[in-house]
């Protein structure tokens, strides 16, 4: 149980188009969803919390208009990178918390190239 | 604000040797969690262990366990019995309720040689 998927796994795309990253989880109810940037070799930095329904918080430093989050459901959070350039290429990760627990449930990831 | 450390930025074990992971963090809270995830080349992050701070005795899983020492602020990983299987990046994270959210130490890059 508690599985969490992420799509696309690998993505590319050209310097000033918008990627759409999907996370779902596929067998509870997270009310909680939170995204995540990893740099090669470096720890998970937290971008943005999103609770259903409701508008997503960011993380100091991240901006709101390129890394659009939508929670519109209970099993399913988009991040949308939005006039993506070569910077915001990255692995992303998000996770789910279920309700009324700490513990979150991690998805596999996506690679982000942008070229 | 929590801050979580792990001083040791690549380690080494022999297989079938034991090695331990530090880790220490800084709270003002009482009521937290404490875990060791583990991501492999794969990059799929997988708890390793946790362990709630209200509890005094260590967390076990097999082959892994953990120290915890509250009034120290530390929280090391020992994994008995190392397999090739183990290697990979190891993370400390912190969790209180109020915070909402898991603070990740820098890792710990772990290597076993066979």
């Known amino acids: 149980g508690a599985v969490v998927s992420q799509h696309p796994s690998w993505v590319i795309c050209k310097s000033g188009t918008s990627v759409k990253i999907e996370c779902r989880s596929l067998?509870?109810?997270?009310?909680?969803m939170f995204w995540y940037r990893q740099f090669p070799k470096q720890s998970l930095m937290l971008m943005a919390t999103?609770?259903?329904?409701?508008?997503?918080?960011?993380e100091q430093g991240v901006e709101k208009d390129k890394f659009l989050i939508n929670h519109a459901s209970l099993t399913l959070s988009t991040l949308t990178v939005t006039s993506a350039h070569p910077e915001d290429s990255s692995f992303y990760i998000c996770?789910?918390?279920?309700?009324?627990?700490?513990?979150?449930?991690f998805g596999p990831g996506t690679r982000l190239t942008v070229t | 604000a929590q801050t979580v450390t792990q001083s040791q930025p690549e380690m080494s074990v022999q297989e079938a040797e034991t090695v331990t992971l530090s880790c220490t963090y800084d709270t003002s809270e009482s009521d937290y969690y404490l875990f060791w995830y583990k991501q492999p080349p794969s990059r799929q992050m997988i708890l390793v262990i946790r362990?709630?701070?209200?509890?005094?005795q260590n967390a076990t899983e097999n082959r892994f366990s953990v120290n915890f020492q509250k009034a120290a602020k530390s929280f090391s990983l020992k994994i008995s019995d190392s397999q090739l299987g183990d290697a990979a990046m190891y993370f400390c994270?912190?969790?209180?309720?109020?915070?909402?959210?898991?603070?990740f130490g820098g890792g710990t890059r772990l290597m076993v040689k066979p």
């Open positions: 994270a912190y969790y209180y309720n109020a915070g909402n959210m898991l603070t």
């Open positions: 999103s609770n259903e329904g409701s508008k997503a918080t960011y």
């Open positions: 996770s789910a918390r279920v309700l009324l627990s700490y513990e979150q449930y």
């Open positions: 067998d509870f109810q997270a009310t909680t």
């Open positions: 362990q709630e701070a209200y509890k005094q």
